[in-house]
């Protein structure tokens, strides 16, 4: 149920004054449109999306953190 | 990059160090996609080799969600609403019926991915649109933001539960005892890291919170484990990727706005405090249960679990899918008796479905 995958923002959708934040999102291929109202996501971000909703941009720096906090462990 | 995030040399390496200490450690976990990747990845048999066991907790929304909340949206249903909800829900049984069951007598019960999708259909019908709303903190701040736009001949009918009060609630019914917590790491995506330190500092546990690739469950257990032998106590966090210290406040603050804490029973456990949501005051007329008082007043069911099903043992951790007499004979995921067989994140899905705990 809480599963999240993550995806790369392409697209923001401006949309009129009042509608909701969407994205267009590519999950490794495949393109989907997302609610980011719950995030203030860019283009470019890669971004956390559960149930149509972008819940979290992924911090890349962290991502790259723990590989290398776990290459670290194999030395 | 997921297969970066999967390195067999360094988890067979990380599973002889822990092998190595030797603990013997009964740790619990209350995420359904935590238990997948520990039976999928055969991750909890390597873990047990080592001394490890590691327990599903009440980690799935659609298993814990009581019969009475499915008798409500399946009488709405017949009442003629529009019922929608997540697919894993669809079959999971009530006191007798599913809404699956309900849809074959010709309701018109829909299957979406998100409310968004839900806010659709709405758009298209004159009919009421009553979306069946079921999820941990993840999930809750989807529904909330789709409140604060207040769409028309909409309304919810809210299962949405708080996981560290029913983790509070485990410890402090003391049937077993937990020597750390994974802690579930899209639900923390929400939370943040505090959210859980009342659970370290009062009742003296340790807790990592994890994502979901194989080596971010081993990590976890192995920060866990080195706590444990520093005599720490204290919430740490191997999915910094993506789970901040504070959370998503953005998230928090929409959850906030709408929904207020309420005390909430799950399956398997007596009533929690504060531990379930519901909408507040000024957003009451999205609220089923207010809306259609009337029509649910005639749900009062004394529900008890089907006989031999032992879902509710199975959510607090006492006991394996397999020790279940019922499991794998007459309760499969074609013909489940339990919710836990119904879910792909439940404990006797996944178990049947890998062919191991």
Redesign the interface.
């Given at each position: 149920?809480?599963?999240?995958i993550p995806a790369k923002v392409v697209e923001i959708s401006k949309g009129k004054e009042g509608t909701?934040a969407k994205a267009k999102a590519d999950f490794g291929g495949v393109s989907r449109e997302s609610?980011i109202?719950?995030?203030?996501a860019k283009i470019d971000d890669y971004v956390?999306v559960?149930?149509?909703?972008a819940?979290?941009i992924?911090?890349e720096h962290?991502?790259k953190?723990?590989?290398e906090l776990?290459r670290e462990?194999?030395e | 990059m997921m297969f970066r995030y999967r390195n067999e040399v360094l988890a067979k390496e990380r599973l002889e160090k822990l092998k190595d200490l030797n603990l013997n450690l009964r740790l619990m976990h209350v995420c359904g996609t935590h238990q997948d990747t520990l039976v999928k990845f055969g991750l909890n048999s390597m873990l047990k080799e080592a001394g490890i066991e590691v327990r599903p907790g009440p980690g799935c929304p659609v298993c814990v969600t009581t019969a009475k909340e499915i008798e409500e949206a399946i009488i709405l249903a017949r009442k003629g609403k529009v019922v929608a909800t997540f697919g894993d829900m669809f079959r999971v049984p009530g006191e007798r019926l599913s809404l699956a069951d309900v849809r074959a007598e010709g309701f018109d019960v829909r299957m979406v991915y998100s409310i968004t999708d839900c806010i659709s259909i709405a758009e298209k019908t004159n009919k009421e649109v009553v979306f069946f709303s079921i999820g941990f903190e993840t999930t809750a701040p989807t529904t909330a933001s789709v409140i604060l736009t207040r769409p028309k001949n909409f309304s919810i009918l809210s299962a949405h539960r708080l996981i560290p009060p029913a983790m509070e609630a485990l410890i402090k019914m003391g049937e077993m005892k937990i020597d750390g917590f994974i802690n579930p790491g899209h639900v923390s995506t929400i939370i943040g890291e505090r959210a859980y330190e009342f659970i370290s500092k009062r009742y003296k546990i340790p807790q990592v919170i994890a994502g979901f690739e194989p080596l971010d469950v081993l990590i976890g257990v192995y920060m866990l484990a080195m706590q444990i032998i520093r005599g720490e106590t204290r919430v740490e966090n191997e999915y910094k990727r993506v789970v901040k210290p504070e959370g998503n406040e953005k998230a928090q603050h929409t959850l906030g706005e709408v929904f207020e804490p309420t005390e909430c029973s799950w399956r398997g456990f007596p009533a929690i405090s504060d531990s379930g949501l519901k909408l507040r005051g000024e957003f009451e007329e999205y609220d089923a249960r207010k809306r259609y008082e009337d029509e649910l007043s005639t749900v009062d069911i004394d529900y008890k679990e089907p006989e031999g099903c032992r879902c509710g043992k199975i959510l607090r951790g006492l006991v394996y899918p397999d020790e279940c007499p019922l499991f794998g004979k007459v309760c499969t995921p074609q013909h489940p008796v339990g919710a836990c067989m119904v879910s792909r994140e439940g404990s006797c899905n996944i178990t049947f479905r890998y062919g191991e705990r």
């Open positions: 149920m809480c599963l999240a909701r609610d109202s719950l995030v203030d956390i559960h149930a149509g909703f819940i979290e992924m911090d962290e991502a953190e723990t590989l776990w462990l194999l | -």
